[in-house]
Protein backbone atom coordinates (compact mmCIF):
# COMPACT_ATOMS: atom_id res chain seq x y z
CA UNK A 1 0.00 0.00 0.00
CA UNK A 2 2.70 2.53 0.60
CA UNK A 3 4.92 1.41 -1.89
CA UNK A 4 1.74 2.11 -4.56
CA UNK A 5 1.46 5.61 -2.90
CA UNK A 6 4.72 6.50 -3.25
CA UNK A 7 5.17 5.45 -6.54
CA UNK A 8 1.68 7.91 -7.14
CA UNK A 9 3.18 10.63 -5.94
CA UNK A 10 6.48 10.40 -7.73
CA UNK A 11 3.71 9.76 -10.86
CA UNK A 12 2.00 13.08 -9.85
CA UNK A 13 6.08 14.93 -9.48
CA UNK A 14 6.71 13.98 -13.00
CA UNK A 15 3.51 15.34 -14.17
CA UNK A 16 3.83 18.56 -12.70
CA UNK A 17 7.57 18.48 -13.37
CA UNK A 18 7.13 17.63 -16.96
CA UNK A 19 4.84 20.35 -17.04
CA UNK A 20 6.54 23.05 -15.89
CA UNK A 21 9.24 22.93 -18.08
CA UNK A 22 6.52 22.37 -21.21
CA UNK A 23 5.05 25.89 -19.62
CA UNK A 24 8.97 27.15 -19.67
CA UNK A 25 9.65 26.02 -23.26
CA UNK A 26 6.42 27.83 -24.62
CA UNK A 27 6.53 30.87 -22.81
CA UNK A 28 10.38 31.09 -23.89
CA UNK A 29 9.06 29.95 -27.48
CA UNK A 30 6.05 33.09 -27.33
CA UNK A 31 8.51 35.64 -26.06
CA UNK A 32 11.14 34.83 -29.60
CA UNK A 33 7.69 35.19 -31.96
CA UNK A 34 7.13 38.13 -30.19
CA UNK A 35 10.72 39.51 -31.13
CA UNK A 36 11.57 39.57 -27.00
CA UNK A 37 10.02 42.69 -26.71
CA UNK A 38 12.53 44.83 -28.71
CA UNK A 39 12.61 46.62 -32.23
CA UNK A 40 12.93 44.23 -34.76
CA UNK A 41 13.30 46.24 -37.73
CA UNK A 42 17.34 46.80 -37.40
CA UNK A 43 19.89 46.09 -40.68
CA UNK A 44 21.58 44.29 -36.78
CA UNK A 45 18.65 41.96 -36.88
CA UNK A 46 18.77 41.28 -40.49
CA UNK A 47 15.97 43.41 -41.47
CA UNK A 48 15.97 44.94 -44.99
CA UNK A 49 13.95 47.46 -47.04
CA UNK A 50 12.32 44.86 -49.60
CA UNK A 51 11.21 48.02 -51.49
CA UNK A 52 15.04 49.38 -52.33
CA UNK A 53 14.34 49.22 -56.09
CA UNK A 54 11.85 51.42 -56.37
CA UNK A 55 13.49 53.70 -53.23
CA UNK A 56 15.79 56.41 -52.66
CA UNK A 57 18.27 57.18 -50.05
CA UNK A 58 19.37 60.94 -49.36
CA UNK A 59 22.82 60.75 -48.75
CA UNK A 60 23.78 57.12 -50.05
CA UNK A 61 23.29 53.91 -47.92
CA UNK A 62 23.38 55.59 -44.33
CA UNK A 63 19.62 57.00 -45.16
CA UNK A 64 18.54 54.05 -44.29
CA UNK A 65 15.84 53.84 -41.87
CA UNK A 66 16.78 50.78 -40.09
CA UNK A 67 19.81 52.47 -38.12
CA UNK A 68 19.83 53.16 -34.67
CA UNK A 69 20.09 56.88 -34.83
CA UNK A 70 16.99 58.08 -36.42
CA UNK A 71 18.41 62.11 -35.96
CA UNK A 72 22.04 61.42 -37.61
CA UNK A 73 22.94 64.95 -38.89
CA UNK A 74 24.64 65.48 -41.70
CA UNK A 75 26.59 68.16 -43.51
CA UNK A 76 23.44 69.02 -45.78
CA UNK A 77 21.03 67.84 -42.85
CA UNK A 78 19.05 64.38 -41.85
CA UNK A 79 19.19 61.19 -44.28
CA UNK A 80 16.09 59.44 -44.91
CA UNK A 81 14.82 56.96 -47.45
CA UNK A 82 12.04 58.10 -49.67
CA UNK A 83 9.78 57.37 -52.35
CA UNK A 84 7.49 59.03 -55.54
CA UNK A 85 4.05 59.20 -55.30
CA UNK A 86 2.01 56.24 -55.68
CA UNK A 87 4.97 54.36 -55.46
CA UNK A 88 5.07 52.33 -51.13
CA UNK A 89 8.42 51.99 -48.74
CA UNK A 90 8.51 47.99 -47.46
CA UNK A 91 10.45 46.96 -44.13
CA UNK A 92 11.05 43.14 -44.18
CA UNK A 93 11.85 41.06 -40.52
CA UNK A 94 14.37 38.69 -40.29
CA UNK A 95 11.39 36.64 -39.65
CA UNK A 96 7.68 36.07 -39.51
CA UNK A 97 6.93 37.83 -35.90
CA UNK A 98 3.87 38.48 -33.13
CA UNK A 99 3.87 42.02 -33.44
CA UNK A 100 1.28 45.25 -31.97
CA UNK A 101 3.01 48.10 -32.90
CA UNK A 102 4.46 50.03 -35.65
CA UNK A 103 6.66 53.52 -35.11
CA UNK A 104 7.89 55.53 -38.36
CA UNK A 105 9.57 58.99 -37.95
CA UNK A 106 8.37 60.69 -40.90
CA UNK A 107 10.56 63.62 -42.05
CA UNK A 108 10.17 67.17 -40.24
CA UNK A 109 12.45 69.96 -40.57
CA UNK A 110 11.12 72.58 -42.12
CA UNK A 111 10.83 74.48 -39.03
CA UNK A 112 14.48 74.79 -39.79
CA UNK A 113 13.78 76.71 -42.97
CA UNK A 114 10.77 78.79 -41.57
CA UNK A 115 8.64 76.66 -43.35
CA UNK A 116 4.86 75.30 -42.33
CA UNK A 117 5.44 71.07 -41.01
CA UNK A 118 4.53 68.76 -43.77
CA UNK A 119 1.82 66.40 -43.15
CA UNK A 120 1.66 63.22 -45.16
CA UNK A 121 -0.87 61.28 -46.79
CA UNK A 122 -0.26 57.35 -46.33
CA UNK A 123 -2.20 53.60 -45.90
CA UNK A 124 -0.05 51.79 -44.08
CA UNK A 125 -0.64 47.34 -44.21
CA UNK A 126 0.93 44.50 -42.30
CA UNK A 127 1.90 41.47 -44.55
CA UNK A 128 1.56 37.99 -44.03
CA UNK A 129 1.64 35.38 -46.72
CA UNK A 130 1.05 37.98 -49.39
CA UNK A 131 -2.11 38.94 -47.79
CA UNK A 132 -2.61 42.73 -46.72
CA UNK A 133 -3.99 43.99 -43.46
CA UNK A 134 -5.08 47.84 -43.63
CA UNK A 135 -3.28 48.82 -40.40
CA UNK A 136 -3.28 52.48 -40.71
CA UNK A 137 -4.01 55.61 -43.11
CA UNK A 138 -4.41 59.38 -42.53
CA UNK A 139 -4.40 62.45 -44.52
CA UNK A 140 -2.55 64.21 -42.01
CA UNK A 141 0.14 62.13 -40.61
CA UNK A 142 3.56 64.02 -39.06
CA UNK A 143 6.46 63.89 -37.38
CA UNK A 144 6.09 60.48 -35.26
CA UNK A 145 3.27 58.31 -36.35
CA UNK A 146 2.60 55.27 -33.75
CA UNK A 147 0.51 52.58 -34.41
CA UNK A 148 -1.22 50.05 -32.74
CA UNK A 149 -3.17 47.18 -33.95
CA UNK A 150 -4.29 43.88 -33.04
CA UNK A 151 -1.58 41.38 -32.05
CA UNK A 152 -0.67 39.55 -35.66
CA UNK A 153 1.84 37.60 -37.45
CA UNK A 154 3.95 39.92 -39.69
CA UNK A 155 6.51 38.80 -42.40
CA UNK A 156 5.90 42.84 -43.97
CA UNK A 157 5.05 46.20 -43.66
CA UNK A 158 4.07 48.60 -46.55
CA UNK A 159 3.89 52.13 -46.33
CA UNK A 160 2.33 53.47 -49.58
CA UNK A 161 2.52 56.72 -50.45
CA UNK A 162 -0.85 57.88 -51.52
CA UNK A 163 -0.96 62.06 -51.87
CA UNK A 164 2.62 63.11 -51.16
CA UNK A 165 3.11 65.59 -48.59
CA UNK A 166 1.73 68.93 -48.01
CA UNK A 167 5.43 70.62 -49.51
CA UNK A 168 6.19 67.91 -52.53
CA UNK A 169 4.78 64.59 -53.66
CA UNK A 170 7.55 61.86 -51.87
CA UNK A 171 7.34 60.30 -48.76
CA UNK A 172 10.13 60.86 -45.96
CA UNK A 173 10.93 58.35 -43.70
CA UNK A 174 14.00 58.85 -41.04
CA UNK A 175 13.56 55.69 -38.48
CA UNK A 176 10.95 52.94 -38.02
CA UNK A 177 10.39 50.67 -35.20
CA UNK A 178 8.64 47.37 -35.00
CA UNK A 179 7.86 45.46 -31.63
CA UNK A 180 5.41 43.78 -29.52
CA UNK A 181 4.06 46.05 -27.03
CA UNK A 182 2.37 44.86 -23.57
CA UNK A 183 -0.95 46.06 -22.75
Known amino acids: MKKGLALIIIFFLLIQYTEQYCITQFKQQQSILKGNHKNVLQLQKGSLISSKKINFFEYGNNASFLKDNPYTIMTNGVDFTYCQLGK ?11 L ?84
Open 88 to 98: YISMTPMQKYL
Open 100 to 183: NTLKIWLWEFDYIFQNQFRYYDIIIYAILNNEKTKIYENKQANCIVTIEFPDQFVEEFQVLNVGGNTINMELHIIKAEAYYKYS
